[in-house]
Each structure stands twice: as structure tokens, then as C-alpha cells.
């Protein structure tokens, strides 16, 4: 299976992914760290996958989405963004909204 | 390694001629940048193909010797 083959197939297996430095138990980078926060926050899984375990997946994710840093957010096989994208959305409210419209079970709503 | 501002902000212009940018460097370090980009060429865009536009016009430095950049990007009021 090659690389991307292998990214196509985590990012539409699972209802979210985060491919990150570090895992979700232990963020590596801050900006991963701040999704890891928001997501614990939502109470919403999702799969971490450690860009830092393999030079071959830190690369390929680059590529998949033409994006040139890590983190990266897929929700339904759907690419959301980096850290700062996904930091916009959950403090406007617009993340939940989605993960709801995805049937993505979450917790808690952002104040207004 | 780290770059300085005026060089990101270069960059930034040489891709998107129109814009305005107000850089903000978040650790003190020159290596954890914050940036604001204006530009008409954003409308209608998506914030990831808005992104992706800053990105392309940094080119070859973003991920690599520029570490992080953390990025604002608006359609200029009408």
C-alpha cells in the first residue's frame, strides 16, 4: 500500500483525524497540542496519527493536502485544516456545528 | 534557523500583490510567527484555499526553515 493510499484510507476509516507531532496522550508540539485541547474540550475522539513515528507519513500528508504544516484535521475524510483554522472554528462555534451535520457525537458548546 | 518579518512579508506580497500584512511574532524568537493577510483575491475562497494561497506564495520556506506561521486571513471590508 503506498503512502498515500495508506493517508486515504485513515482519513475516511475514521470519523476524525489528526495527524499530528506527538501523540494525543502526549502532544509533541504546541500547535498540536492546542487541537489535542479542543477536541478534549468537545469531548470528541478521533485517531492521532504521530507524523514523528515515520518521515514517510510526515511527508506524504504534506502532499495529500497540499499543506505544508502539521497538524492536519480531517473530519469525515474531509480536509478541515491546520491548528489555527481549527482554533477559528471552535471559538465561533462553526466546528461544532459541523461535527453535529456529520453526526459526530459532541459535548460541549463554545460560550457565545 | 528562523527569518525575519519583512522577509515573510515580502514573500507574502510577491504572491499576493494586493495584500496587506501585519506580522506578529508569538515567541519572541523569530521562529513562531503570527500573520494577517488583507486581500481581494480571497473572496469567494474557502479559509483552507485561503491559507493554501499564503502558503503557495511563501513557497519553499513554509514547514521548512520558517517553522511555524500562524495565519489570519480577511477579504478587505467593503
Known sequence: ???????????????????????????????????????????????????????????????????????????????????????????????????????IPVMGRASA | MAMEAAEIERLIRDGLPDAQVTMRDLAGDGNHWHATVVSESFRGKSRVQQHQMVYAAIGEPMGGVLHALALQTEIPKA
Not at chain 1, 29 to 57: M, P, R
Not at chain 1, 86 to 102: A, D, I, N, P, W
Open chain 1, 1 to 103: 500500500m503506498s503512502i498515500q493510499d495508506f493517508i486515504d484510507s485513515q482519513v475516511k476509516s475514521n470519523d476524525i483525524v489528526v495527524f499530528m507531532k506527538g501523540t494525543p496522550q502526549f502532544p509533541m508540539c504546541g500547535f498540536s497540542g492546542q487541537v489535542a485541547q479542543i477536541f478534549t474540550l468537545l469531548g470528541a475522539d478521533y485517531k492521532g496519527i504521530n507524523v514523528l513515528d515515520s518521515d514517510e507519513i510526515r511527508q506524504g500528508i504534506k502532499q495529500y493536502t497540499n499543506w505544508p504544516t502539521i497538524p492536519q484535521i480531517f473530519v469525515k475524510g474531509e480536509f478541515v485544516g491546520g491548528c489555527d483554522i481549527l482554533r477559528e472554528m471552535y471559538q465561533s462555534g462553526e466546528l461544532q456545528t459541523l461535527l453535529e451535520e456529520k453526526g
